[in-house]
């Protein structure tokens, strides 16, 4: 199945879906990787695979809306059927998530629906959380707030700070996006045995 990765900056998380789509079983092929910020560092990292690249800048734009536009239409041009959010730092608008509705799934840095929005690791640390994590769920209107599809938690440390909590967290969701992705697949194939995951083995 062609999937587009649409992505603002590092790519880690693109380059984890990469590197699992290169197994002939795993269902996903990654046709595209499409990013809002010209030096984003994943779009080198794309280039480097092969994979074609696109920018869309909001600033080249109107409004958010025609922004939307130029992005779907990256995302149709590539032949996509589907769409990842990895790291993507802007909030689409209600019209382009309905054209993908069931169809774009997104990845947070928390434990959802706890810590939705930005900064999620030190709210975590200053709520005295226990454990944390990170949710792959599908893309709705509200933000970070459509069904979860798969989660992973790690535990949070007693000397932990944002960066070595985010570090704990960030190794999990590559392996959690990459088993997401597959169960998504999956069941939009009708598959009912493709199960949403929890905590899926760790590399
Ligand atoms: C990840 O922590 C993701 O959950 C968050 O932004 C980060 C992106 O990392 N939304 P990368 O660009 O995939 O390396």
């Given at each position: 199945v062609?999937?587009?990765?649409?992505?603002?900056g590092?790519?880690s998380?693109?380059?984890?879906?990469?590197?699992?789509?290169?197994a002939?079983?795993?269902?996903?092929?990654i046709?595209?990787?499409?990013?809002?910020?010209?030096?984003?560092v994943g779009?080198?990292?794309?280039?480097?695979?092969?994979?074609?690249?696109?920018?869309?800048l909001?600033?080249?734009?109107?409004?958010?809306?025609?922004?939307?536009?130029?992005?779907d239409a990256?995302?149709?041009?590539?032949?996509?059927?589907?769409?990842?959010?990895?790291?993507?730092?802007?909030?689409?608008?209600p019209?382009?998530?309905?054209?993908?509705?069931?169809?774009m799934?997104?990845?947070?840095p928390?434990?959802?629906p706890?810590?939705?929005?930005?900064?999620?690791?030190q709210?975590?640390?200053?709520?005295?959380?226990?454990f944390?994590?990170?949710?792959?769920?599908?893309?709705?209107?509200e933000l970070d707030?459509?069904?979860?599809?798969?989660?992973?938690?790690?535990?949070?440390?007693?000397?932990?700070?944002?960066?070595s909590?985010?570090?704990r967290v960030?190794?999990?969701?590559?392996?959690?996006?990459?088993?997401?992705?597959?169960?998504?697949?999956?069941?939009?194939?009708?598959?009912?045995?493709?199960t949403?995951?929890?905590n899926?083995?760790l590399?």
């Amino acid at each position: 199945v062609p999937v587009a990765v649409v992505i603002s900056g590092r790519g880690s998380n693109f380059v984890a879906l990469a590197e699992a789509a290169e197994a002939a079983d795993y269902p996903a092929e990654i046709v595209a990787v499409i990013s809002d910020r010209a030096d984003a560092v994943g779009l080198a990292r794309a280039a480097e695979r092969g994979i074609a690249t696109h920018v869309v800048l909001r600033r080249d734009h109107p409004t958010r809306a025609a922004f939307d536009d130029a992005l779907d239409a990256a995302i149709r041009a590539s032949g996509a059927e589907h769409v990842c959010l990895a790291g993507f730092m802007r909030i689409l608008g209600p019209e382009m998530v309905a054209r993908w509705e069931g169809r774009m799934l997104n990845i947070h840095p928390s434990l959802l629906p706890a810590f939705k929005g930005l900064d999620t690791h030190q709210r975590a640390l200053d709520a005295g959380a226990k454990f944390h994590g990170a949710s792959v769920h599908l893309v709705t209107a509200e933000l970070d707030d459509g069904p979860i599809v798969a989660q992973a938690a790690v535990p949070v440390m007693p000397d932990d700070d944002a960066e070595s909590l985010a570090a704990r967290v960030l190794a999990v969701e590559h392996p959690l996006y990459v088993a997401a992705l597959a169960a998504h697949l999956g069941r939009s194939a009708g598959r009912p045995d493709a199960t949403p995951v929890f905590n899926p083995p760790l590399p």
